[in-house]
């Protein structure tokens, strides 16, 4: 028959699926993969920080405090970055402050997420009280000076790992629940959601089989922002001594502690400000390309 | 008009009501104030007597009623560490902060809108390629670093500034130009989305075809509904500069409300974390509020509705 329809095996050829798409649009996408590179090096320096470390970061050594860094004179490979105030190595305080940051930023961000969305989402598909009750959380959250609130109760609960990854996680779930609400009003009003309501879909069914799907890219931006946010707050936390604390070598702490020769060993503060500096910048544009890519509307 | 503005009040009340709940039942939390209060050699008996010295024998909720009833006559208590008056400690390091955070917001302003409105006029080009950069940066430098490199440049390197302090204009540079990267950002990408969407309308497309100059078209036009929810974030960026100026002023050693929260928290003399906590809210909630009716007063749309 000459005018039979193409086969429809051709048609599969034609339509890529949304994920060969965004696997394509990820491999031309610059500051997606730079992005990567820079949250996979923080998180191979966390991970493996006794093996990659040259030296013991609280290993004290008054003998040779201060040592300059390879690039000024005097300096030797035995001590890469130099040497703080105690004669510890930089390099290995470095990377192992990155386990503190990695960990606190990303239980942060997963903890308000968690939190945060699920609030937006129940607000959003809900409506009525239940949603004004979420709105209001929202507004009171939003009136708490952050800073100081989590200062106060990093005091008050002490400076673990654990007890500032939860403070943190509790003070930024906010925009979470604002975007997650909003996203989650977007798609309530379509089509698919109708169908499964008609069909007896019950409402948890269709909060985490319908609505989550179609606002998860949303949530894993705003997870990335809220990362990066978590991470600097850390830092200012453990730099204003009301954070981790000592000698647990956190990038802010390291800041800190250099802040007492930055007159003329400037490097001690530098190094570890712009380790937290590209760092963010890398979960930033982590984020940025992530959203850009897994987009619905950006496919074609 | 009316109904819009009393519910919005309405709503702020209820708001300071929950955050000052909240934040008196937070710092009552802090494990055994009496025993904290009396000594480490201290005797029950004496222990005691200073829960019935501070009324914290009574019950939760009738220790907040004593507190807010006080605190609505003006009355915040008194320092445990000096034995002050609250309500006079903050007075008197009230005008640091409030200086450091308008002229923050003013820098924040008068840099972020204008490249704002140029990065959309001229969308992709280098002037816009520059701004988002800046937004790059200012997102993402730790600001107690950035402090740190400022003052390390213009007062050590160049020593055209002092390092600390708060006596002259000179002073205040370094902390003013930390503070408004804290907000610069947002209010950048905000007024340039904003005006993008305005551009791209269908009322700036009518007035070019009026054939009104771009002058009027871009400010007059575009501007004007473009700045709607920048005024509202300016508001809101000014409450975050009074709670966010605490590693500002613990950097440049400025006497201000931060730093005395901060000396605070660390001396555990909570009637002063309280009260800054609660008043920074106040502020927070009586800008938003602020904010609101502005936006009202410039978009018929919001108060009509």
Wanted: with cysteine; proline share 5%; charged share 15%.
């Amino acid at each position: 028959m000459p005018n039979a329809p193409a086969p429809l095996d051709n048609m599969d050829v034609a339509m890529p699926t949304p994920w060969q798409q965004t696997w394509d649009m990820a491999k031309y996408h610059l500051g997606l993969q730079i992005g990567l590179v820079i949250v996979l090096s923080a998180a191979l320096c966390a991970l493996f920080a006794p093996f990659l470390a040259p030296a013991d970061p609280f290993a004290q050594d008054l003998g040779a405090r201060l040592a300059p860094p390879i690039w000024e004179a005097g300096g030797s490979w035995e001590h890469i970055f130099g040497t703080d105030g105690f004669g510890r190595d930089v390099l290995s305080r470095l990377i192992y402050g990155a386990q503190v940051t990695m960990i606190v930023g990303f239980g942060a961000a997963v903890f308000s997420g968690l939190v945060g969305s699920t609030l937006g989402i129940v607000g959003g598909y809900l409506g009525g009280r239940v949603d004004a009750l979420i709105i209001f959380l929202i507004n009171v959250k939003l009136a708490m000076p952050g800073v100081l609130i989590a200062l106060s109760l990093v005091s008050i609960f002490g400076g673990s790992l654990l007890s500032i990854t939860i403070i943190l996680a509790l003070l930024f779930w906010d925009r979470f629940a604002v975007v997650a609400r909003t996203a989650t009003q977007q798609v309530r009003t379509r089509e698919f959601i109708a169908a499964a309501e008609c069909s007896g879909a019950s409402k948890v069914w269709i909060i985490f089989r319908e609505i989550l799907p179609n606002i998860a890219n949303q949530i894993i931006v705003i997870g990335s922002l809220e990362m990066a946010i978590a991470i600097l707050i850390e830092a200012a936390l453990s730099f204003l001594g009301l954070g981790i604390q000592p000698p647990t070598p956190s990038w802010g702490i390291l800041v800190s502690e250099g802040r007492d020769f930055m007159f003329f060993k400037p490097h001690l503060i530098v190094i570890p400000g712009l380790a937290i500096f590209i760092l963010v910048i890398g979960i930033n544009l982590l984020g940025d390309g992530i959203r850009d890519v897994t987009e619905p509307q950006g496919r074609n | 008009m009316w109904s819009y503005f009393l519910k919005r009040l309405g709503i702020a009340v209820l708001v300071i009501i929950a955050v000052s709940i909240i934040s008196f039942v937070l710092l009552r939390l802090s494990g055994d104030l009496a025993r904290d209060l009396a000594g480490e050699d201290a005797t029950p008996a004496q222990v005691e007597q200073i829960e019935k010295l501070y009324g914290l024998d009574k019950p939760l909720y009738v220790q907040y009623f004593d507190w807010a009833f006080k605190a609505l006559k003006g009355d915040l208590g008194r320092s445990l560490y000096s034995n002050e008056p609250v309500f006079n400690l903050i007075l008197s390091r009230l005008g640091v902060t409030a200086l450091l955070a308008v002229l923050g917001l003013g820098v924040a302003v008068v840099v972020a809108v204008p490249l704002g409105v140029f990065a959309a006029v001229y969308r992709n080009s280098w002037i816009d390629r520059c701004s988002l950069g800046l937004a790059v940066f200012g997102s993402a430098i730790p600001n107690f670093w950035f402090a740190l490199i400022l003052i390390y440049f213009f007062s050590v390197k160049l020593r055209w500034l002092p390092i600390t302090g708060s006596e002259s204009w000179a002073h205040f540079v370094l902390p003013t130009i930390t503070l408004s990267t804290m907000v610069m950002p947002q209010i950048m990408r905000l007024t340039r989305g904003g005006m993008i969407e305005a551009l791209d309308s269908e009322y700036v497309k009518m007035a070019w075809a009026k054939g009104l100059g771009p002058g009027v078209v871009f400010f007059k036009h575009a501007l004007r509904n473009a700045v709607l929810p920048v005024v509202a974030l300016a508001a809101v960026s000014l409450g975050f500069l009074l709670g966010g100026s605490v590693i500002v002023e613990a950097v440049f050693s400025l006497n201000g409300i931060g730093s005395l929260a901060y000396e605070s928290i660390r001396r555990a003399d909570f009637p002063i974390v309280q009260s800054i906590l609660f008043m920074l809210s106040f502020s927070y909630v009586l800008l938003t509020l602020l904010a609101d009716l502005i936006n009202a007063r410039l978009d018929p749309r919001i108060r009509l509705h």
